[in-house]
């Protein structure tokens, strides 16, 4: 007869975040991994391990959801997770975002024709964003009183027609720009969080899955914006290729058949290899091999 409580422990519920961080999230979790796989008409991503269960919601609710044991452990921004209030144990901090590997921005944003210069100026001014609370918070914390408004969406467009102001969150401001607003302050810096429910970590099963899961996205994470090189080196020429090498490195180093030879072997930042090949290559090295990596585990 099958334990279902035994079974339910075994098996780990995760919220990932549906919408603008859907793709970056499940292409993280794909060079950590974890291969989900999802159509456009299903909440329920599937993948091949019968011990995870994935659903697909919005970030804005992950948070709430993680800390009522619905899900065991969640994907989401710090901004929502402190607007929500949510008691949630913080994992690892994953930065990434939907276009870049920088953290997200909310900002107080006024039209460039508005004579608002600073957030002392939005003094009985009217607000629109999503983050309600945290906006609130923040003019309070500051004495300044004006009226917030929840926004649906397209917060965008409401200035200056329906409002004086909105705070809406930002990568790098080229939507903002887009539509002739201009920042005046920054709220928050937001990044992407795993987080936990406390008791979901007191589970032996549960918690060992939790730490290999933050564990191989931390490596994912490691991994942008680097790639490995390979080279055979004559041996006279090793110190030359050594000193083209960004410092701080330990290449490995192998001897090749016959000792006249040596294999190099190092990890480097993707945006240096165009001036290094060159480099290398004149410095003696032959044979250099550049591949991509999913993950670097320190």
């Not at 999802?38 to 991503?45: G, K």
């Not at 923040?138 to 102001?165: C, N, R």
Request: charged share 25%; with cysteine.
């Amino acid at each position: 007869m099958v334990d279902l409580k035994e079974l339910d422990q075994r098996i780990l519920k995760i919220g990932l975040p549906k919408g603008s961080l859907q793709d970056a999230t499940l292409r993280l979790l794909a060079k950590a991994g974890f291969h989900f796989s999802t159509s456009q008409r299903s909440y329920f991503p599937s993948i091949d391990d019968d011990e995870i269960q994935a659903i697909l919601i919005r970030a804005q609710e992950i948070a709430r959801y993680v800390q009522d044991g619905i899900f065991d452990i969640g994907l989401t921004g710090r901004d929502w997770i402190l607007e929500t209030r949510a008691d949630v144990v913080e994992i690892c901090e994953l930065t990434y975002a939907k276009s870049t590997m920088r953290p997200v921005r909310w900002v107080f944003a006024v039209p460039d024709s508005s004579p608002v210069q600073s957030i002392a100026d939005l003094q009985d001014k009217r607000i629109a964003t999503e983050l309600v609370n945290l906006t609130n918070d923040y003019l309070q914390k500051h004495g300044i009183k004006a009226e917030v408004e929840f926004s649906w969406g397209a917060t965008e467009v409401k200035a200056p027609t329906l409002v004086d102001a909105i705070v809406d969150v930002t990568e790098t401001g080229s939507s903002l720009r887009a539509n002739n607003l201009r920042i005046i302050e920054t709220l928050l810096e937001s990044q992407t969080l795993l987080i936990a429910n406390a008791s979901s970590l007191k589970i032996d099963s549960k918690r060992q899955k939790i730490e290999n899961l933050k564990m191989l996205l931390q490596g994912a994470i490691m991994a942008e914006g680097k790639v490995g090189l390979k080279m055979n080196v004559p041996r006279e020429r090793l110190d030359d290729v050594i000193g083209q090498l960004p410092s701080m490195k330990r290449p490995t180093i192998s001897p090749l058949y016959g000792n006249d030879w040596a294999a190099v072997e190092t990890i480097i930042d993707e945006k240096i290899v165009r001036t290094l090949i060159p480099a290398l290559k004149r410095a003696g090295a032959e044979d250099i091999i550049e591949y991509p990596l999913n993950k670097v585990i320190y």
